[in-house]
Nanobody, 118 residues
């Protein structure tokens, strides 16, 4: 029912900034919480952060707190991940996910590559 497409990945130098986007299908987008995850080579997929279905709350992994910000634009069916002060350790494929209100993550995008070089 929900299709997710990420975009905006690329190559960035250490300390730089980048914004990745996730566009979702469905007229009930506003009823879904949206999350960001990432997976580095040889590593398990890890949680990055989320924004509630109402848009009134966010949560971030300790590794990105103070550097990453999640926002959503329900009119555009889009969620954003703003990444600042990027580190080499942030290099990964970034995935967005969706879950109805506060339910489990049921839908996933194809991912977008973010590479940070020193």
């Amino acid at each position: 029912q929900v299709q997710l497409i990420e975009s905006g990945g690329g190559l960035v130098q250490t300390g730089g900034s980048l914004r990745v986007s996730c566009v979702a299908s469905g007229r009930t987008f506003s009823s879904y919480r949206m999350g960001w995850f990432r997976q580095a080579p040889g590593k398990e997929r890890e949680f990055v952060g989320l924004i509630s279905w109402s848009g009134g709350g966010t949560n971030y992994a300790d590794s990105v707190k103070g550097r990453f910000t999640i926002s959503r634009d329900n009119a555009k069916n889009t969620v954003y991940l703003h990444m600042n002060n990027l580190k080499v350790e942030d290099t990964a494929v970034y995935y967005c996910a969706a879950g109805f209100q506060n339910s489990a993550w049921s839908y996933w995008g194809q991912g977008t590559q973010v590479t940070v070089s020193s």
